[in-house]
């Protein structure tokens, strides 16, 4: 997946990653509805690609993190859910790459909304 400039705000660079992960959220009101809690975590690769030079690097990072957020259910089984997560990822460092520096920033504000179904 490609990172937009605004999120990494490196202008003389590209980013891109791929991974996985997995979240684990806890809903203490009611079965699967209304409030949660969560922790998450991932692996991912991430390329960071100087633009108009084939200078790249790869990084590997692991991101841990918490979110919550609030499921409002809908009609017939549809929920809406919009929830933001906070994370650190070890490993995000600085690359420097044909007299340019990539800021690596390990911390993420990850705003969400999900749209789902709920097969009861």
Do not use: C
């Not at 490609?2 to 684990?24: C, E, I, M, Q, T």
């Not at 499921?71 to 017939?76: I, M, N, P, Q, Y």
């Not at 929920?79 to 490993?91: A, E, K, M």
Request: hydrophobic residues 40%; aromatic residues 18%; proline residues 4%.
């Amino acid at each position: 997946m490609r990172l937009p400039g605004f999120v990494h705000g490196n202008d003389d660079f590209d980013a891109s990653f791929s991974g996985y992960g997995f979240k684990l959220q806890y809903f203490p009101f009611v079965e699967q509805t209304k409030g949660f809690v969560g922790v998450d975590a991932g692996l991912s690769r991430v390329l960071i690609e100087v633009r108009g030079s084939d200078s790249a690097r790869r990084q590997t990072q692991l991101g841990l993190g918490i979110n919550f957020g609030w499921r409002f259910d809908l009609v017939g089984g549809l929920y809406l859910t919009p929830w933001l997560g906070l994370g650190y990822s070890f490993g995000a460092d600085d690359v420097r790459l044909d007299r340019k520096r990539f800021d690596g920033n390990p911390w993420l504000v990850f705003p969400a909304v999900h749209v789902g179904y709920r097969f009861r």
